[in-house]
């Protein structure tokens, strides 16, 4: 049970989530990482979006048709030319180049559930290529992840790396911490993309879409983007197509709803 100053510091982050504003989705996800790797010793953090296509006829996809749509490190590394870690296990994920440690995220789909290295993978496994070539390479000794399912087709998962074996205590701080914020969770899936949105958004169409949250008029957002009006326009009819809304304030709907 964690005490009750540790308690009260993570109603206060949760306190400080509020204060962004709903164009303000990213800055407030990396302090809310900042402040969960201050608090458990880990050095970085990532957030991955997954969601579930169809499986197709013969449904023998071990991953029962769970891909990763979108992945963000907090702190990003060099890495050398012809390897970029994330990306490369986010691809051999999405390929089904199934490695024990990519099954970790299956058990328990649906539920709100933790899940680490160090915690539910065998000792083998450590000395086996993936983790050298992924984990261990980098300095990373241990990885904690919580996963939050938004609905039956959509979950959000927030990973820590630490330098050092995560304890119980870490792992309850970050249930704790992650479990009760519901809302935010589904405010990143929702200005990511792939909560409700037909297909994903381009990088321009995700910072119209954070402008869009505000009060900012289609010519403010033009001017702060550097796009022509009508450019800006193209855009914004492209993120309302894809999130099947016809005005802004149907848009808006969708965050607000995922405050309840």
Not at 116 to 126: A, C, K, N, T
Not at 153 to 172: L, M, N, Q, R, W
Not at 187 to 207: C, D, F, I
Not at 239 to 258: H, Q
Request: aromatic share 12%; charged share 25%.
């Amino acid at each position: 049970m964690l005490d009750s100053a540790v308690q009260e510091d993570i109603h206060s982050l949760w306190d400080e989530l509020t204060d962004f504003d709903a164009g303000q989705t990213d800055a407030a996800a990396r302090h809310l990482q900042e402040r969960l790797c201050r608090m458990v010793g880990a050095w970085n953090s990532t957030w991955g979006g997954a969601t579930r296509l169809d499986p197709g006829p013969d449904n023998d996809d071990p991953l029962q048709g769970w891909r990763v749509a979108v992945t963000r490190l907090l702190y990003p590394f060099e890495a050398p030319a012809e390897d970029g870690p994330f990306q490369e296990l986010q691809k051999r994920w999405n390929n089904r180049e199934m490695d024990v440690s990519f099954l970790q995220p299956m058990q328990g789909i649906g539920q709100f559930r933790t899940y680490g290295h160090r915690r539910d993978l065998p000792p083998e496994w450590f000395d086996g290529p993936v983790y050298q070539m992924f984990s261990a390479r980098y300095g990373i000794v241990d990885s904690l992840w919580v996963g939050f399912p938004i609905n039956s087709d959509a979950e959000s998962h927030f990973g820590f790396y630490s330098h050092k074996v995560f304890t119980d205590k870490d792992c309850e701080l970050l249930a704790y911490a992650l479990r009760g914020i519901k809302w935010f969770h589904r405010q990143l899936m929702l200005t990511s993309g792939p909560l409700v949105a037909k297909s994903p958004l381009t990088p321009t169409e995700r910072k119209v879409l954070r402008l869009l949250l505000t009060k900012a008029s289609e010519r403010v957002i033009a001017d702060q983007l550097g796009l022509a009006v009508s450019t800006t326009h193209q855009h914004i009819v492209a993120v309302f197509r894809k999130f099947a809304v016809r005005s802004r304030a149907e848009l808006m709907s969708l965050w607000l709803g995922s405050k309840s």
